[in-house]
């Protein structure tokens, strides 16, 4: 089991940043990739972007592409999502989550955290 644990969300303007963080525990040696997905109200959870846990090689879907940037630090189990010119449709509960293989698909991970609330003010 990998228990993850978001932090860092909360309200902020449009044009402005927020830095999201997900600290990691339990078998973490099994984890490939980890990823960052959302989910706004009324909507289906949508994938953020992922970065393979051995090697940092990252992608992103093409609404935060140029805008958002995901790290991570294996020596601390902590995964990072810094964004950047935050939009109102932005707005949503962010997800940390991590994955056995590599994927951009919520059925593709098999550990969530419970979610951090990012709200972009216009």
């Known amino acids: 089991q990998v228990q993850l644990v978001e932090s860092g969300g909360g309200l902020v303007q449009a044009g402005g940043s927020l830095r999201l963080s997900c600290a990691a525990s339990g078998r973490t040696f099994g984890v490939s990739c980890m990823g960052w997905f959302r989910q706004a109200p009324g909507k289906e959870r949508e994938f953020v972007g992922a970065i393979t846990w051995i090697g940092g090689s990252t992608f992103y879907a093409d609404s935060v592409k140029g805008r958002f940037t995901i790290s991570r630090d294996n020596a601390k189990n902590m995964l990072y999502l810094q964004m950047n010119s935050l939009k109102p449709e932005d707005t949503a509960v962010y997800y940390c989550?991590?994955?056995?293989?590599?994927?951009?698909?919520?059925?593709?991970?098999?550990?969530w955290g419970q979610g951090t609330q990012v709200t972009v003010a216009s």
């Open positions: 989550a991590a994955s056995r293989t590599l994927s951009n698909t919520v059925s593709g991970y098999d550990y």
